[in-house]
């Protein structure tokens, strides 16, 4: 039988830093994706993908704010649902395009997908995912006092504006998931880290204002469907410690144990690689495989020759 993976791609893989945030640029960078994505549908793989979407999903906010006198403005969790479609799209079409190519049998569909979290995490209070462009530190402090943004310095790169990031505690749909995945179909879902949605007291399904972190809902959409791997395509092609120092060390593979050490140091930055470490090590307790590689390396690190294996036996 086919082994199952799931692909967890970030928002920087559809939007690069400071790069034109257009329809025809994002679809340029979804098409190398779903180059290297066909990849691994090669080696045999059932496939979920899910994406990030921080840069997307504030440049729709963006657009509510400068629009807000004409056209009423929608809720983050509605925004969410936009980007979910609209990088969907882009990565339904691209992914058929190269199976078709490939001359591969198998077809792809996007799962519009929503994500229970409870509403009184403590997230709702501190918010840290970034979303949206990058601004200078003058443009981000004028923004603060401008708009009432929460800003932060974002691994280097830049400011960017925060909104509350969830945990998330159940995936829907995941019956339908599997079903569609044993039809031969890879599967887009959990776009942006799914729409953030809760139970109210008649037990009916509610949005919430939020953006989940991808990797923590690839890792519940992993456990969930019950995959073989899950696997974090990221810029940087392995996890590292003193990251950007003269003593950084790369590692081939890590345990779980020694993975969470280093967590629990503060190597890995809230914003960027701790969310990643986090989900990998939450997946690997299982006894199975995550892995934290380039997007360019996909296919070779899960052939052991790439990326970084967090597992509980490294």
């Not at 791609?9 to 180059?35: D, K, S």
Request: proline fraction near 5%; charged fraction near 20%.
């Amino acid at each position: 039988m086919a082994k199952r993976v799931v692909i967890a791609v970030g928002g920087n893989a559809i939007l690069q830093p400071h790069q034109a945030p257009t329809f025809e640029a994002q679809l340029r960078n979804v098409q190398v994706t779903a180059a290297q994505i066909a990849k691994v549908e090669a080696m045999d793989y059932e496939i979920v993908l899910t994406h990030g979407n921080g840069p997307q999903v504030g440049n729709v906010l963006q657009q509510n704010d400068i629009a807000k006198d004409v056209v009423p403005p929608f809720p983050l969790d509605a925004c969410n649902s936009e980007t979910q479609g609209s990088i969907g799209y882009m990565l339904e079409q691209s992914l058929k395009n190269t199976l078709n190519r490939q001359k591969s049998s198998a077809n792809v569909v996007t799962f519009l997908t929503q994500v229970e979290v409870d509403p009184a995490d403590p997230a709702f209070k501190k918010p840290t995912k970034p979303v949206g462009v990058f601004y200078s530190e003058e443009e981000a402090k004028k923004l603060q006092v401008d708009k009432g943004w929460d800003m932060v310095e974002d691994a280097g790169r830049g400011w960017r504006r925060v909104v509350p990031s969830p945990s998330p505690l159940r995936i829907h749909g995941v019956d339908a998931i599997v079903h569609l995945l044993e039809q031969n179909m890879m599967v887009v879902a959990g776009g942006g880290g799914g729409i953030p949605v809760y139970q109210n007291s008649q037990g009916e399904i509610e949005g919430l204002e939020a953006v989940i972190d991808k990797d923590r809902t690839g890792c519940k959409l992993a456990q969930q469907v019950d995959a073989d791997v899950f696997m974090i395509l990221t810029d940087v092609s392995n996890v590292c410690v003193n990251y950007g120092t003269p003593d950084q060390k790369a590692f081939k593979s890590i345990s779980v144990d020694e993975a969470q050490q280093y967590l629990d140091e503060g190597q890995f930055a809230a914003g960027s690689m701790g969310p990643k470490v986090e989900s990998a090590i939450a997946f690997a307790k299982s006894g199975k495989t995550a892995i934290i590689c380039a997007l360019d390396e996909a296919d070779l690190a899960l052939r052991g020759k790439a990326g970084t294996q967090i597992s509980v036996y490294n």
